[in-house]
């Protein structure tokens, strides 16, 4: 596991309640937080994130820049066609507080 100052970035995804598919491409290195409650298949593999999420939360830090971020809702229609499509915020800069803040 990287340290935060290795990993100074954070971004959020946050289900809406209807299954959606998200990936997220970075041009660093990338880590997902609380790994060890999660049971929702997230893959990261090198510098992208993928997986599903209808409801809470899912954080990740990252190095680098955001390169891209693709959300689709349950039938297949993307950001921001989709109401239904889980809210991204992406955090440059942050200290991790516990891994929560």
Excluded: C
């Excluded at 990993?7 to 309640?17: F, S, Y």
């Excluded at 209807?18 to 997220?24: A, D, H, L, T």
């Excluded at 997230?42 to 954080?59: D, F, L, N």
Aim: net charge negative; charged share 20%.
């Amino acid at each position: 596991m990287a340290s935060n100052s290795n990993l100074p970035n954070k971004v959020t995804i946050i289900g809406r309640g209807v299954p959606s598919n998200y990936e997220i491409s970075i041009d660093g290195a990338i880590e997902e937080i609380d790994t060890e409650s999660r049971e929702d298949g997230t893959i990261v593999s090198g510098r992208v994130a993928e997986g599903v999420i209808e409801t809470g939360v899912q954080r990740f830090r990252f190095s680098g820049e955001m390169a891209n971020v693709h959300l689709v809702d349950w039938n297949g229609t993307p950001a921001p066609e989709s109401p239904s499509t889980p809210v991204v915020h992406i955090d440059y800069g942050v200290s991790d507080r516990s891994n929560h803040s």
